[in-house]
């Protein structure tokens, strides 16, 4: 079997499928209908490699490597889905140790959904980690994990493992400051180590042209995979609804499918066709491939390519009109090129460019203002007072002095907790996200950019009633810097939980935080 890296390697345009696991034992028979359908796909040539979810849409599933080895067994490739929602860093590093020791190297690493069902309630979510510092630690893996033996109390080398990693963006969001963060997300991936591209769902051409335009602007020669996803017409409610993280149908193309389902096929043949149209129009654009989901049996997946390959001697921008779904007062990153309706690479939006600063003002409150004096004059490391709070913190944790440590400590937190409602994580990325504390007013705890669950500027999980903290940090940090500082331009943080319940103060002060982190671990080896 030839490695799914090397097909894409080769130029060959791929195609992928998506399989949704199911709840339940593989021989009751939702299980017997996964594993049918999984068998069809396998023995069909023109499918280059399967994809497996993982707790799909924050439900329990079936895990994926159950499925993915019997995949393996029949000769095709397998992609699968790796979540931070259910897991610790260790259980995903134990978990990456396995599918490295079973043969399955291609991953698609993800934060994965909210949980949204469970034994008696939901369960409670993990998020140690987010995508980023899942790609972090399964990139040092493949460059052989360096850890502290317990015997020897010096550091060593694991063996390398050889994932093919992929990761996922949103480029279908609704405003500035939605798209431009999931944008600088994407950045931090692929300079973490991802190897490939699948994108979220959505149903606007020139947006999927726009992801392919950022791309070459920035010099990522990095395999794109479009994701064509199967509409029906309950589908198409959900992803209009916002019931569905990232996943977007607008409301012109909600009245087609409405319009469609009152056929006597309920719309199977639009559904079918219009897939086709978007294969077909990301092929001839420069995606690398296409990624097929949303069917549930193998004759609606044969019928996609067989339309698409009839479709083919048609010059695919015919069909840019009919896959550009805009709602309404959507942002783009780039001018529309009026020749062909899709995006202009040579010319960036002038709301982008030429931006007033009142206009992002709502968010830069007074506090925040304080904020950034106090740190350019304490907390920076090489501001003025770093050295002598250096002094100070390092005195203060000598045990006779503990009773004084322990009144710094408590001073810390007043301010902290009235400010921010600090949780005492200890490893403070309050700088890192314009003093927006991640444990208080992320649900996901995200420290390296957005999930891909906002909608219309609010997160995904307060019923829209709270704006997203990456939006709130994003509005800050242009107010301030304009296009030149992007709040991602830095390593990915990945927060120690050993400092939580101690003092952030201390702990940037005398070089123990995630910050720090890379100057101390550098030394120490």
């Not at 593989?26 to 023995?43: R, Y």
């Not at 529309?336 to 992002?360: H, M």
């Amino acid at each position: 079997m030839e490695r799914l890296r090397d097909i894409i390697k080769s130029g060959k345009f791929v195609i992928g499928a998506e399989l949704v696991t199911t709840r339940g034992k593989l021989q009751q028979k939702n299980g017997q209908m996964l594993l049918k359908l999984a068998e069809d796909l396998s023995i069909d040539e023109r499918l280059d490699w399967i994809s497996l979810t993982d707790n799909a849409g924050g439900n329990p599933m079936i895990a994926p490597d159950i499925v993915a080895r019997q995949v393996l067994q029949r000769g095709k490739n397998v992609v699968v889905n790796i979540t931070c929602k259910d897991s610790s860093r260790n259980m995903l590093e134990s978990l990456a140790w396995k599918y490295a020791s079973e043969g399955i190297e291609n991953m698609m690493v993800l934060t994965g959904d909210y949980p949204v069902d469970g034994y008696r309630g939901i369960a409670y979510p993990v998020f140690d980690l987010d995508s980023v510092g899942l790609l972090e630690m399964l990139t040092d893996m493949n460059t052989g994990l360096r850890v502290n033996s317990r015997k020897s109390g010096r550091f060593i080398n694991l063996g390398s493992t050889d994932f093919f990693l992929g990761c996922t963006v949103s480029p279908f969001k609704l405003t500035e400051a939605e798209l431009v963060m999931q944008y600088e997300k994407l950045r931090l991936k692929l300079k973490t180590g991802a190897d490939f591209i699948i994108p979220q769902m959505g149903y606007d051409i020139r947006k999927s042209h726009e992801l392919l335009c950022f791309l070459k602007e920035h010099k990522f020669n990095v395999p794109l995979i479009a994701n064509v996803y199967l509409l029906s017409p309950g589908v198409a409610r959900t992803f209009n609804n916002g019931m569905i993280a990232g996943c977007v149908v607008s409301d012109p193309l909600l009245e087609r499918v409405n319009k469609a389902k009152q056929s006597a096929d309920k719309g199977k043949k639009f559904f079918i066709e219009f897939a086709a149209k978007q294969l077909v129009a990301y092929k001839d654009m420069g995606y690398n491939g296409v990624h097929i989901g949303g069917f549930d049996n193998y004759k609606d997946f044969a019928a996609i390519l067989e339309q698409a390959k009839e479709y083919e001697s048609a010059p695919w921008c015919d069909f840019v009109k009919e896959l550009t779904n805009p709602r309404a007062n959507e942002f783009y990153l780039y001018v529309k090129d009026e020749s062909t309706g899709l995006a202009d690479r040579q010319q960036k939006n002038p709301v982008y460019i030429n931006y007033q600063k009142k206009n992002y003002a709502k968010h830069v409150t007074l506090a925040y203002r304080f904020c950034r004096i106090v740190h350019r004059i304490f907390f920076s490391y090489h501001s003025p007072m770093f050295g002598f709070c250096k002094f100070i913190y390092s005195v203060l944790e000598k045990k006779r002095l503990k009773a004084l440590n322990k009144l710094a400590y408590f001073n810390e937190k007043m301010w902290k907790v009235a400010l921010f409602g600090c949780k005492e994580c200890g490893d403070c990325s309050l700088p890192d996200i314009t003093y927006l504390c991640p444990g208080e007013q992320c649900a996901k705890n995200q420290r390296n950019g957005p999930c891909g669950g906002s909608l219309n500027e609010r997160c995904e999980l307060t019923q829209r009633e709270k704006d997203c903290i990456w939006v709130k940090a994003y509005y800050r940090n242009k107010y301030y810097n304009g296009n030149n500082a992007g709040l991602l331009n830095r390593k990915p943080v990945i927060k120690d939980n050993s400092l939580r319940y101690t003092s952030g103060w201390a702990n940037c002060f005398l070089l123990r935080d995630h910050k720090a982190y890379e100057k101390v671990h550098d030394e120490n080896c």
